[in-house]
């Protein structure tokens, strides 16, 4: 008998119910973390076990992920597990959205792009000439974004980087492919690349065909709560045990909004390095002034969709403090960021602040003059807290509806400052929680999937007795 299984034994004899114990894998841009949880007496107890931090490198063919690097981490992170005493039933990864290896008989083709690679920009432009963006948005619903896959891709093409390949898989679906030797495209993840159609829900082969893509990269579309495979017998040899991998929503905003207890007067705000603000639909938005004002239509489960926007978030914050050193935490950042008024504001969308070689100058060419480090930061908080505004305002001019509350999810929710500028300039009811809303909102979704949670709302009100919310005052 297993380790867990004497475990639920035992909790069993004694009363007291202990579920499967799950390992959520979730991966941003800036740092990643394995987190076990399992059901004990009804609530949802959690524990990180492993963190690492990820970040892009500069190479002189562009911008690249570290990828062998990142699936070293994967694995290191699942051997933490077994030595924290957790051996999982079952895995889950979820990463960000967009970027996507090239692989040839299993073997990755030219390394992992970063989507804040430059390459994107003319590439974007080309294919709204044979396939314009008006068109895409109305059989999609994706926003604009210079980097979305499908932008990449196209560029792929016209470079003949694709040339030699015979599959694509997405970040998450590349990591379960090399834990299980199994390849699948999870759907909500799939959504982000621009190519999947929003009435459908499947591969959009009329805009496929109309750039040239290869169709062979783009197979069966698997939904959240899908069994990928056991571990492949290398894997199983390297960590230790054996564990059957459960497609959660595998891109990471999309779990993290499972998390968020919002219900339909609610809208969220999912933040961290980026910001996505938006509300859950059962249906996708396509028309013209959604499209005029950039809304996104993200594949969720049960066929609904998050009608929500990008904003640049956190990641301006993350690239000022990494210039001054890291020699300050967030904490003093927002400190020092509330010791100065308002002043002037910048629009943290604009292009200018995707990849700069130096945001802090980015941000004082845009102000117009140079600015102290309280200042600086200010400027910041009080530009993010009005692009949510803004965003509000399109939302609820496009859905004619109005909405009550705003629920912060992620790791942004943590910073206080931040959440009372965006309830000042908002004018909502603002309630933050849980912290780790992705990891948390893949673990209920691997849950729904095996069938230890009913469904959505079962999982949602676990997480409300479970996690600490608390309301902005």
């Known amino acids: 008998m297993s380790s867990h299984a004497i475990c639920r034994a035992a909790a069993k004899a004694s009363g007291k119910y202990m579920g499967r114990t799950y390992l959520a894998v979730d991966i941003?841009?800036?740092?990643?973390?394995?987190?076990?949880?399992?059901?004990?007496?009804?609530?949802?107890?959690?524990?990180?076990?492993?963190?690492?931090?990820?970040?892009?490198v500069n190479t002189a063919d562009g911008l690249y992920w570290q990828i062998d690097r990142l699936i070293k981490e994967v694995m290191n992170g699942l051997t933490a597990a077994k030595e924290h005493g957790f051996i999982p039933d079952f895995v889950g990864i979820d990463t960000w959205g967009v970027d996507y290896a090239l692989l040839s008989d299993g073997k990755i083709i030219d390394g992992v792009r970063c989507y804040r690679d430059g390459r994107t920009a003319a590439a974007a432009?080309?294919?709204?000439?044979?396939?314009?963006?008006?068109?895409?948005?109305?059989?999609?619903?994706?926003?604009?974004?210079?980097?979305?896959?499908?932008?990449?891709?196209?560029?792929?093409?016209?470079?003949?980087?694709?040339?030699?390949?015979?599959?694509?898989?997405m970040l998450p679906d590349l990591l379960n492919y090399k834990l299980t030797g199994v390849k699948k495209q999870e759907y909500t993840n799939a959504t982000t690349t621009g190519?999947?159609?929003?009435?459908?829900?499947?591969?959009?082969?009329?805009?496929?065909?109309?750039?040239?893509?290869?169709?062979?990269?783009?197979?069966?579309?698997?939904?959240?709560?899908?069994?990928?495979?056991?571990?492949s017998a290398e894997t199983e040899k390297?960590?230790?045990?054996?564990?059957?991998?459960?497609?959660?929503?595998?891109?990471?905003?999309?779990?993290?909004?499972?998390?968020?207890?919002?219900?339909?007067?609610?809208?969220?705000?999912?933040?961290?390095?980026?910001?996505?603000?938006?509300?859950?639909?059962?249906?996708?938005?396509?028309?013209?002034n959604s499209r005029i004002v950039n809304y996104s239509n993200e594949g969720s489960i049960d066929g609904t969709f998050r009608y929500q926007k990008n904003i640049m978030g956190l990641w301006i914050l993350q690239r000022v403090k990494r210039e001054l050193g890291d020699k300050y935490g967030f904490p003093e950042l927002a400190e020092a960021a509330r010791s100065v008024g308002r002043g002037?504001?910048?629009?943290?969308?604009?292009?200018?602040?995707?990849?700069?070689?130096?945001?802090?100058?980015?941000?004082?060419?845009?102000?117009?003059?140079?600015?102290?480090?309280?200042?600086?930061?200010?400027?910041?908080?009080?530009?993010l807290a009005d692009s949510y505004a803004m965003a509000v305002s399109e939302l609820e001019r496009n859905t004619s509806a109005t909405y009550d509350s705003i629920d912060i999810i992620g790791g942004g929710c943590r910073d206080r400052l931040l959440n009372e500028l965006t309830a000042k300039a908002t004018g909502k009811r603002v309630v933050t929680g849980p912290v780790e809303a992705?990891?948390?909102?893949?673990?209920?979704?691997?849950?729904?999937?095996?069938?230890?949670?009913?469904?959505?709302?079962?999982?949602?009100?676990?997480?409300?007795?479970?996690?600490?919310?608390m309301e902005v005052k």
């Open 238 to 288: 390297a960590v230790g045990y054996s564990a059957t991998v459960v497609l959660p929503a595998t891109h990471d905003t999309a779990s993290a909004v499972l998390a968020a207890p919002i219900d339909g007067a609610s809208l969220y705000i999912s933040s961290g390095t980026w910001s996505l603000l938006g509300i859950e639909q059962p249906f996708a938005r396509t028309d013209e």
């Open 195 to 231: 190519l999947v159609n929003a009435v459908t829900r499947e591969w959009d082969y009329d805009i496929i065909d109309g750039l040239g893509l290869d169709r062979r990269f783009f197979g069966e579309l698997s939904r959240p709560g899908t069994t990928v495979g056991r571990f």
């Open 344 to 383: 002037r504001t910048v629009d943290v969308n604009d292009k200018r602040f995707l990849s700069p070689k130096s945001m802090i100058d980015e941000i004082c060419g845009a102000v117009g003059r140079d600015l102290d480090t309280p200042t600086l930061l200010r400027v910041i908080y009080d530009s």
């Open 438 to 469: 992705t990891s948390i909102g893949n673990i209920v979704m691997q849950m729904i999937g095996c069938g230890e949670l009913k469904d959505l709302a079962a999982a949602r009100e676990t997480i409300k007795n479970s996690f600490e919310i």
């Open 28 to 56: 941003g841009a800036s740092s990643g973390r394995h987190i076990v949880g399992r059901i004990e007496d009804g609530r949802l107890t959690t524990r990180e076990v492993y963190r690492f931090s990820n970040c892009a």
């Open 125 to 169: 432009e080309a294919a709204h000439g044979i396939v314009p963006f008006e068109y895409m948005y109305a059989r999609t619903g994706i926003q604009f974004q210079q980097f979305n896959t499908v932008y990449q891709l196209f560029a792929d093409k016209k470079s003949g980087r694709s040339a030699a390949v015979d599959s694509m898989l």
